[in-house]
């Protein structure tokens, strides 16, 4: 067994030697570095169909360019994710912005602003409606006909010239990108609308031979899971149901197991339902994933790029 | 102000009795009496269109009475819910059961032996393959169309013989069920299958325009709120789409808000988008629902029905 | 394995029989229950020195007549509590009050109006005073020497008249009281000043001897351990010291694990201490102690009272 | 208002480049730069008595050379913490060490091994055994009378020789440690075991004056709040009696407001108290600290050393 070696900081220390560092000593720090370990391995397994699943609030949270990052540098070959999450990448991708705002604020005062918060980030309501108009533009050029939500997104990726956009950085890579809730998002609920008045329809369950039939021709599965919800679940579910349980697997996530929900979830409840292997390499780190995520990031950048 | 008057406990306290105590001291416990408080105006008022949402595992979590119970007293107008609640009604439903099991244990050993954990609840296997058989018996009278989520949700209530199911209740009440992310839940899963080979298919799209009626055509609204998720946020987008924010708005989660996440996001934040009116009656209560709902309940009951 | 049976809950339902549903359910619930069953074993067993650790804002929270009854009936042998509780009974005691506030509020506003804020709860600067004034004039009456916090806390609650008051029931009763850190308290501070002109001193090292004695000569031990903190830790290190780690454990705190900290600390892990027993009756309840306490306190009561 | 601008993460990118990147968008991620800035602020204010406190299990948890280094270039000027983090310090100041661990472990085979558990660290019990031998041999060279908490640790810190141990480092330049609880530590049982028969006595209250003196004759305070506890409240009170709220105000807890705890008390309520200036510079960032504070760290020795 390994003695604790303290962490030691130094002066322009970078980010992957503190991680280095963390491998070292306890609790989440540590937990920290073994996420980190488990991903090199999975980056570096070519037999592994990699998944990122994106929760909650991460594009309004400031991370959205680390996330666009890793999918033009290919770290991940799927991306499920939230119409939130979709919903806000579109609005900055037409040149809308999210502004830093402070949690301690009237709201009420806010909303006579034209300003809706999340935390301590505010998005103009008129940003919303930039959005709608863009959108209906958009989708004029659409096919007259149902598609899954993967093929709309995909297309709607294609549409857009932000190059840091995680939507278009998917369609130009050929990542597909699984939103199951789309409809629960105002992306969904602008796609919604105009569908009412147009031969285009989404049907998310057609998603799921998609989702099934990448899964079934992988080899191997490997995850990294930001916060639960809805994408984790998919994801799992397609795993169970293809008999492909994760040999990677890494969460990050704020939720404890104990009051059941599936966003605290252990991997260790997880291969009981095989959608985690026994030995799968595994780890839970209790942390918010605005933190987490960049550190990870910039040290999975230091080790697979060509410096 | 008033003096704290600390909990005193008695011989065969009835529970309204405890709640009320709760209501003359601090932090959580006030919280929850705060939330009893709110929801007895809420069912009080005619004028109010009532929402239960209802996130995550309360199935499993042995809350299946409780929440049927609520509804078949017509508390609630409008049931909000994940995939996964209606799949473990179901499973219920058919005579299969959840199991008590422990949150200490071998997870491999239970696959062996065909279980699947939620924390410390376990579920067959083929509880699932039970259901499976069923579900394809029982979508054989269904009609050979496109349907609503709701619509469909409410056909299959109406084929369930069990009187405590959530399903059933909600169909002989006429209270729509909306459950956005149906695909994202083994009931989606097995619905899917069977419409590979069917006429019948399921539009969650097509659920939009059900729920923004009902939203649109009532005077108030109000909502207790289970666990966040996207039951939560679909019943805000309606709310938010049809300019009816929430006049009475209890929210149960263990989720916080400083990490951004709709499922922790205060009621606060909610007013900047127009979620809930800036004088709504509104509580959070940090607690596990397993706890809270069973204690609001009785204290509603009691409230509600003549004795 | 026993299904799960889902709570049902019947008008005027007592707080007794909800418990006894938690029983047979999930989660918060289940762990609520099984609290209940070791401390219905702890009380019943004659052989045990059962302790009651009480952390942080209990008495503020408006737990105070609570515990002050479960003492009464002697359902425990020994208080490990912290300066704040006792500061806030000892307020109490002599006629001040604790006042139902908001936690959204100006609190540079309640500072000039000479209120401070816990959570959601104000104390008025001028009962501290009221205190110091008081505890000048009972502290006249103490012997000029040397006492160990257990004896000084002791001699406090002789003078007490509130029949309600933590303090004093304890020395009516001969219940003692061990508060590791009295100094980091307003009432440790009071006496500290009290003491610079005075030949009393009160030495908390002195304690050590007693508390050890005291586990030493039992048979067995058990704790309930309300929210971690230096209470929890002084009785843990009397346990190990003494070698005799408890047979009955039972913690409600609100802490994790992951994070290291003793307030979170599982009994699994006090296991490898020698602070509990392998084969221990042994429960967390990941819940609000304002919430929690009352509802096994009124169980307990119907329990162990003659009806 | 500002736009939020994504992190963008880069090749190589150092530990004060990420948290620069942290200062323009969200949630924790955000809060963490703003504790750098206050940082920044409280260390380059010449007039500000800066204190660390240090709570729980820092020591263990890897960051003992990040603390002593702090201290070692006089970012602070008074330390506040806990005896289990003094015992962690003496005990590799001797030269023992922490075992890196699983929290997924059968904790009775651990007993039997002679090692106990905190979380993912092992201890020898052995260890425990040299330092009560050590820790008996240097306590033959203290004077025999009654020193103060800070006295005697500085007097401890003096013996040792490990130049990273932060008792040693604290007594080298004078920054007086103050350990409120230390009574309740296994550091503080074994010099209660020497004093039964030593004329050496350690009084606890007798640090009051200490530390009111330190904050009388300070014109500013400023605080790093590692985790609240004992080491929390004691300044809380030193500030409140001397009247000289804080300034600068950090903290870092997992704890949450709503509980009543003082270790997750807003800086906003410590505003009532006189604890936190209305105007002062303060945030709170809801990590751990073994995450956050390496970084904090690290940044603060780019921005004060001379490069």
Known sequence: MKAIRHVKVKPRMDVSMLLEEFGNCSFTARRLHEAYSILVRMVDDPDCLKFLTVAGAAVPGGLRLVISDLLKRRL??????TGANLTHDFLEAIGEHHLRGSPYIDDQELREKGLSRIYDVYVKVESF?????????????????????REFLSKLGEQLEDENSILRV???????????????SIL??????????????VDLFKDQA????????????????????????????ALMTASKPLTYAVQITTDRPEYGGLSGATF????????????????????????????????????TSPS
């Open 129 to 149: 409606t930039a959005m709608e108009r863009k959108l209906r533009e958009l989708l004029k050029s659409f096919p007259q006909r149902t598609m899954s939500g």
């Open 188 to 201: 969904g609920l602008q796609v919604w609308m105009y569908t009412q008045t147009s031969g285009l329809k």
């Open 210 to 237: 998609e989702i099934l039939d990448l899964v079934w021709s992988s080899k191997k599965t490997g995850a990294l899971i930001l916060g639960g919800g809805v994408p984790k679940n998919y994801l799992n579910q």
């Open 268 to 303: 260790e409840e997880a291969v009981s339902w095989g959608k985690v292997k026994p030995d799968a390499y595994k780890v839970t780190v209790p942390c918010d994933f605005t933190v987490a995520l960049p550190i990870l990031a910039a040290a999975l950048i230091d080790k």
């Open 170 to 184: 998917c369609s130009e890579r050929g990542i597909p990108i699984f939103c199951p809730a789309l409809n629960d």
């Open 76 to 81: 991940f070959d799927v991306l499920v994710t």
